[in-house]
């Protein structure tokens, strides 16, 4: 079975710190990792995403991921936060092997950075 | 995403209503799909469509029948609305891509409330 943790429920950051939002995952096989923001009152909007080969996975916004597959973790961050970047955060995964496309999405964290 | 357009985007209708919300995409994707976000739970797929002939039950298809009409145009039917189906739902097509990991886009939601 595939699935998708976020542990946090809600993070908490000052402007200017790093913030971390985890993300874990279980597949069957190799895992395409996802990580996707929503704005209030909008849809989600695509990030950044891991396929293969580096583990430091660059996307918009100044957001990074970190693939580590002996902890089945997918860690969004960002060195320094902005009062912009508070939103709901979602992980997803996909099964490399999958021949169906779908995307497993965890419950969301939400993150708020306050000034 | 302008490129994924979902109407209506707000709805209130009464118990035991038939409701049908559609989505159109101009970005030419063969795959579509329909999600519910509620509070705490995440995203939830309740159908998906990988081309005009390929409907596919999600996780959570009871109450819902969906209509794949054109490659544009993906509608999702309500046949008799009930309270618990209250929710924010989410429209997505895709395009798989050489390895079949390309992401999602999402429509801006229709906010859904069953009195």
């Known amino acids: 079975a595939q699935s998708v943790a976020q542990p946090e429920d809600q993070v908490n950051v000052a402007e200017g710190n790093p913030l971390t939002v985890k993300c874990t995952y279980s597949?069957?096989?190799?895992?395409?990792l996802f990580w996707y923001v929503q704005y209030p009152n909008r849809g989600l909007q695509f990030l950044l995403k891991?396929?293969?080969?580096?583990?430091l996975v660059k996307g918009s916004y100044g957001f990074e991921a970190e693939f580590n597959k002996s902890q089945t973790s997918f860690h969004l961050k960002k060195p320094s936060a902005l009062v912009s970047d508070s939103a709901l955060y979602f992980c997803?995964?996909?099964?490399?092997?999958?021949?169906?496309?779908?995307?497993?999405f965890g419950r969301g964290t939400q993150l708020t950075v306050w000034p | 995403d302008a490129d994924v357009t979902q109407t209506p985007r707000n709805r209130i209708t009464k118990t035991g209503k038939r409701i049908m919300l559609e989505c159109s995409q101009t970005?030419?994707?063969?795959?579509m799909y329909w999600y519910r976000q509620d509070p705490g739970l995440g995203l939830r797929l309740i159908y998906y469509?990988?081309?005009?002939?390929?409907?596919n039950k999600g996780e959570i298809s009871d109450g819902y029948s969906v209509s794949r009409q054109a490659q544009a145009k993906f509608s999702l039917s309500l046949e008799s609305a009930i309270p618990n189906q209250t929710a924010l739902y989410f429209c997505?097509?895709?395009?798989?891509?050489?390895?079949?990991?390309?992401?999602?886009?999402f429509g801006p939601g229709t906010r859904l409330t069953v009195l």
């Open positions: 997505a097509t895709s395009d798989p891509g050489t390895g079949g990991y390309n992401e999602q886009f």
């Open positions: 597949v069957s096989g190799n895992p395409y």
């Open positions: 997803a995964v996909r099964d490399r092997g999958s021949t169906l496309g779908r995307l497993y």
């Open positions: 970005k030419g994707h063969d795959r």
């Open positions: 891991y396929i293969t080969g580096d583990n």
């Open positions: 469509s990988f081309d005009v002939k390929d409907i």
